[in-house]
């Protein structure tokens, strides 16, 4: 059974730091596409960012470029978010996502998700 497990969220004041992990198991996920979304209530799911298998091709959602790194670890079957200078508005649920290949920011070509973690910023 695939999973993708996230860890690392919770409450955080303006201005600090998160870093989400993501591990996954039951494939190996090695070559694929990593992304994280987000999802805050009343709201739809966004893109967050999303990285290619070997970390060649990266993208962020303007609203934290600069701010938040996605990075990855094919050994350990990991992929990482480290959130930083974190804002009131990055509060949201923050889901992790898999596809086979070809990078992109839409949530529903994502094959695999995890349950998701919290993340809240306090203002």
């Known amino acids: 059974q695939v999973q993708l497990v996230e860890s690392g969220g919770g409450l955080v004041q303006a201005g600090g730091s998160l870093r989400l992990s993501c591990a996954a198991s039951g494939r190996t996920f090695r070559s694929d596409v990593l992304g994280w979304f987000r999802q805050a209530p009343g709201k739809e799911r966004e893109f967050v960012a999303t990285?290619?298998?070997?970390?060649?091709?990266?993208y962020y959602a303007d609203s934290v470029k600069g701010r938040f790194t996605i990075s990855r670890d094919n050994a350990k079957n990991t992929v990482y978010l480290q959130m930083n200078s974190l804002k009131p508005e990055d509060t949201a649920v923050y889901y992790c996502?898999?596809?086979?290949?070809?990078?992109?920011?839409?949530?529903?070509?994502?094959?695999?998700w995890g349950q998701g973690t919290q993340v809240t910023v306090s203002s």
């Open positions: 990285i290619s298998w070997n970390g060649g091709s990266i």
């Open positions: 996502a898999a596809r086979g290949m070809g990078v992109t920011t839409k949530p529903h070509e994502y094959n695999y």
